[in-house]
């Protein structure tokens, strides 16, 4: 497919990486940086503005598949992506960083008027403040996923110093019924259970495991890792879009909720749309602030501002004073190694969910990208063709750093197991390192 991206920032730099080697990319931006920070791509570098149709003609839009428009401004991709349509794209994505703009063009109103000349629009704080909720609500854990209707659970935990894991060999390791530990995350290097020397390894602090539960085997993997129960009091610095939503969320399934931002206009607002939380004026990273709010108290803390040093100040302030759950954002990417080398267990952006959106919209049919571990380990569900010869899961063969976890069938869900086979028409759960996707997707597709 000819691939054109509106944007050479962070988000669109993110989806050239992670699409390049499958599609012709070309990249337009008026930073001519970014033709130097994405040298090492197989893309071409338009230098201009995405919403000058000549440097739009010059990138080949009339005759690209997808246009993906992926600035930081609003206004300009809107503008983009119909200059795209009307020069011929076939189909325009669009990423938005305002509700209100996500509101109007989901509106069938808005889409009945614009016709057909946005496909698909992305919201990448809404994604990133869904996550933040769903790893507030699951103690212990960095990560997890609600797959197949809720009849799948995909958690991650990291082995903590001086924890109950720490020190252990894997192979004398016995997990919970209902639960299959599917591999671990070590420097940056994932390493599948199915790898050749996997059950010698020891665990050690900072590794991060990954497991594949039924509900009754999620409660069981749970009571392993966060034996203490659930959350029940939150602290959210930040009262922008992601912090609001995560506020809302975390409110509609009855937790308590404090929520922290400097600007007295949005705390008045926040305190009108969110009348069962306590909405404070103040700095985030004021020590006096927080303790006199009891943040020694909270079971969890959420730094959600839009600036990367505050919320670093506000998780380490946090983490000395002994909040079990810190969860973190990081505006800029680079930033996520500096965050996890001072200790902060939980750093996520939104570009993780944004890459993974696009990546997902972009695929085959018969293909899902489900989630994104860390931006080094990825759950793929494939839906196996109709030609595809029935084998047992433990002959089928996947690259190093690739395992089959589960598969659904109609109605039922199997985690992996010696005694099952997968057929034709089965939809078969892979986790995989991402720099082996490709493979697995050939292999299996």
């Not at 499958?22 to 931006?29: A, C």
């Not at 994604?127 to 212990?140: H, M, Q, T, Y």
């Not at 501002?305 to 079990?324: C, I, P």
């Amino acid at each position: 497919m000819h691939i054109v991206i509106a944007g050479g920032g962070e988000i669109g730099s993110q989806i050239a990486k992670a699409i390049h080697k499958d599609h012709d990319v070309v990249v337009v931006d008026t930073n001519p940086e970014v033709k130097e920070r994405l040298g090492n791509l197989d893309v071409q570098i338009v230098t201009g503005s995405i919403t000058d149709p000549e440097m739009l003609r010059e990138a080949k839009v009339d005759l690209c598949d997808t246009f993906i428009a992926t600035t930081n401004w609003d206004e300009v991709n809107l503008i983009a992506c119909m200059l795209a349509k009307g020069l011929g794209a076939k189909e325009t994505l669009c990423f938005v960083g305002k509700q209100t703009y996500m509101d109007i063009l989901t509106d069938p109103r808005t889409v009945e008027l614009l016709g057909a000349r946005i496909d698909q629009v992305f919201w990448p704080q809404r994604s990133l403040a869904r996550e933040i909720v769903e790893v507030i609500r699951v103690p212990g854990a960095v990560d997890t996923e609600t797959l197949a209707g809720g009849r799948l659970r995909f958690v991650e935990y990291q082995v903590r110093e001086g924890g109950p894991y720490a020190g252990k060999e894997l192979a004398l390791l016995d997990w919970p019924d209902g639960s299959f530990m599917a591999g671990i995350l070590r420097e940056g290097r994932f390493m599948a259970v199915t790898d050749p020397g996997f059950s010698s390894l020891t665990l050690e602090p900072e590794d991060r495991i990954f497991f594949m539960t039924t509900p009754t085997g999620f409660d069981a993997i749970q009571a392993c890792f966060a034996p203490k129960g659930r959350v029940r009091r939150v602290m959210v610095v930040g009262g922008g879009n992601v912090g609001y939503i995560v506020a809302q969320e975390l409110l509609r399934v009855r937790l308590e909720v404090t929520i922290i931002d400097h600007d007295p206009d949005r705390c008045a607002w926040l305190a009108e749309q969110l009348p069962g939380a306590l909405v404070l004026e103040g700095d985030g990273t004021d020590l006096e602030l927080l303790e006199a709010e009891g943040l020694e108290h909270v079971d969890a803390i959420v730094a959600v501002t839009e600036n990367d040093e505050k919320n670093l100040l506000v998780s380490l302030l946090a983490k000395q004073v002994g909040v079990q759950k810190v969860v973190t954002r990081v505006n800029r990417g680079e930033n996520r190694r500096l965050f996890e080398h001072v200790g902060i267990d939980i750093p996520l952006t939104p570009r993780a969910a944004a890459v993974r959106e696009v990546v997902d919209w972009l695929s085959p049919e018969n293909v899902d990208h489900l989630a994104l571990f860390e931006d080094k380990v990825e759950l793929l569900e494939f839906e196996l063709p109709g030609n595809f010869r029935e084998i047992p899961f433990e002959n089928l063969q996947l690259p190093r750093g690739a395992v089959a976890v589960a598969l659904e069938r109609g109605t039922k869900v199997y985690l992996r197991s010696p005694q099952l086979a997968v057929t034709a028409g089965d939809k078969l759960l892979v986790l995989t390192d991402r720099q082996v996707s490709n493979a697995v997707l050939e292999q299996i597709t």
